[in-house]
T-cell receptor
Framework: GAVVSQHPSRVICKSGTSVKIECRSL??????MFWYRQFPKQSLMLMAT?????????EQGVEKDKFLINHASLTLSTLTVTSAHPEDSSFYIC?????????????FGPGTRLTVT | SQQGEEDPQALSIQEGENATMNCSYK?????LQWYRQNSGRGLVHLIL?????REKHSGRLRVTLDTSKKSSSLLITASRAADTASYFC??????????FGAGTTVTVRA
């Protein structure tokens, strides 16, 4: 149980375009979903926290107009990178916690590799 | 923000040997967690230790926590080639957010 999927697993887009990444909890309802980015050989940096039906809370330094997060249901959150630039190329990972696991245990998706050319 | 510092950054050991990595953090925590990440993949939760616990075991994993020193260690015993991965500690305060350390890359040689 507690499986989180992401789609797509890899995406290449041209500079200036937008790309949407989906994060789904497959077998549970996610009370909260988290979005991270990870640069090569570096750690995960939390970008934002989202709860179903409410606006996402962004971490300091993360542009909310550039990284749009929509948490439309208890099983789906989307991250849209708008007007992507090469410096946005990164590994984006989502996670979710469940009502039963409690607020501290997060289940991670497999990640999405974004390359902006 | 990134709170944890891990050492060593990289570790290479022979299969069957033990691997130990350390994590230090700066602020008060509710719990500390260890995760494994295989290359280019998502994270797998290994173990969670609460701030009032000092040691925890799970299979071949042993985690210690010293809140007075703000440090934790992860020991993997009898390592296997499949243990080759990056290992991250993550601290959680009362706001439920995870703050990850820089990670330790472990290579287990056959």
């Amino acid at each position: 149980g507690a499986v989180v999927s992401q789609h797509p697993s890899r995406v290449i887009c041209k500079s200036g375009t937008s790309v949407k990444i989906e994060c789904r909890s497959l077998d549970f309802q996610a009370t909260t979903m988290f979005w991270y980015r990870q640069f090569p050989k570096q750690s995960l940096m939390l970008m934002a926290t989202s709860n179903e039906g409410s606006k996402a809370t962004y971490e300091q330094g993360v542009e909310k107009d550039k990284f749009l997060i929509n948490h439309a249901s208890l099983t789906l959150s989307t991250l849209t990178v708008t007007s992507a630039h090469p410096e946005d190329s990164s590994f984006y990972i989502c996670s979710a916690n469940t009502e039963t696991s409690g607020p501290y245990e997060q289940y991670f998706g497999p990640g999405t590799r974004l390359t902006v050319t | 923000s990134q709170q944890g510092e891990e050492d060593p950054q990289a570790l290479s050991i022979q299969e069957g040997e033990n691997a130990t990595m350390n994590c230090s953090y700066k602020t008060s925590i509710n719990n500390l967690q260890w995760y494994r990440q295989n290359s280019g993949r998502g994270l797998v939760h290994l173990i969670l230790i609460r701030s009032n616990e000092r040691e925890k075991h799970s299979g071949r994993l042993r985690v210690t926590l010293d809140t007075s020193k703000k440090s934790s260690s992860l020991l993997i015993t009898a390592s296997r080639a499949a243990d080759t991965a990056s290992y991250f500690c993550a601290t959680a305060a009362n706001d439920y957010k995870l703050s990850f350390g820089a990670g330790t890359t472990v290579t287990v040689r056959a």
